[in-house]
């Protein structure tokens, strides 16, 4: 079992930033993947960014080049930099764990609103 808890959400105009957070607790040492995902009213939920355990990143097309994913393992938490919010990057962002095994962890969500 892994327990995440994501914190740093919040309400910030166009052009600003935020850092989320998702810290992890309990198996944190089956993690192998974890990443970032959204959902804003009415849509379905989608990738942001994700990083493996060594590293590599992958990211949603419409964040390329404005967010930066990262994970300090030392910490069990992964870090979502998000420079140059827009308004449509408002919805509610979910931290996902990805073990070895292939079970999935979800966090409960912060709202990110961003203003124009």
């Known amino acids: 079992q892994v327990q995440l808890v994501e914190s740093g959400g919040g309400l910030v105009q166009a052009g600003g930033s935020l850092r989320l957070s998702c810290a992890a607790s309990?198996?944190?040492?089956?993690?192998?993947?974890m990443g970032w995902y959204r959902q804003a009213p009415g849509k379905q939920r989608e990738l942001v960014a994700s990083?493996?355990?060594?590293?590599?990143?992958n990211y949603g097309d419409s964040v390329k080049g404005r967010f930066t994913i990262s994970r300090n393992n030392a910490k069990n938490t992964a870090y979502l930099q998000m420079n140059s919010l827009k308004p449509e990057d408002t919805a509610v962002y979910y931290c996902?764990?990805?073990?070895?095994?292939?079970?999935?962890?979800w966090g409960q969500g912060t709202q990110v609103t961003v203003s124009s």
């Open positions: 996902k764990a990805v073990m070895y095994s292939n079970d999935n962890y």
């Open positions: 309990g198996s944190i040492f089956r993690i192998k993947d």
């Open positions: 990083v493996t355990s060594f590293g590599s990143t």
